[in-house]
């Protein structure tokens, strides 16, 4: 891993350490899991903010190794880690994250 200086310089970097659908499948429903949980935390009891980061990395962290087999990119880089995880969040809702992996990957690649 790179010392990056943007996130703009990051993003590639995530992009290709979750090309694997699957992965990008579990990071999806770890980050979809936190929205009910936090409901719970709010309106029922606080104790559930503690239960957000292990079932949200609990599904990345797996993913990562069992199906990626690399290092989640939270280790060194655990703001960008997140930010990125939402933006994949959202470019999966609107069915566009695909299509930024083959163009990320597919430049990489040349």
């Not at 350490?17 to 709010?42: D, K, N, W, Y």
């Not at 559930?48 to 087999?69: I, N, Q, R, T």
């Not at 995880?85 to 990489?108: P, Q, R």
Request: net charge neutral; glycine share 4%.
């Amino acid at each position: 891993m790179s010392n990056f200086t943007t996130f703009s310089e990051f993003w590639p970097f995530y992009v290709r350490e979750h090309s694997q659908l699957l992965t990008r499948q579990m990071h999806f429903v770890g980050t979809a899991c936190l929205l009910p949980l936090m409901f719970l935390a709010i309106f029922v009891d606080a104790l559930w903010f503690a239960s957000m980061p292990l079932v949200a990395y609990g599904f990345a962290w797996a993913a990562h190794f069992l199906v990626e087999k690399n290092k989640p990119a939270t280790f060194k880089h655990p703001l960008w880690s997140l930010l990125a995880d939402f933006k994949m969040f959202g470019l999966m809702c609107v069915g566009k994250m695909d299509a930024e992996v083959e163009k990320i990957c597919s430049t990489s690649a040349e």
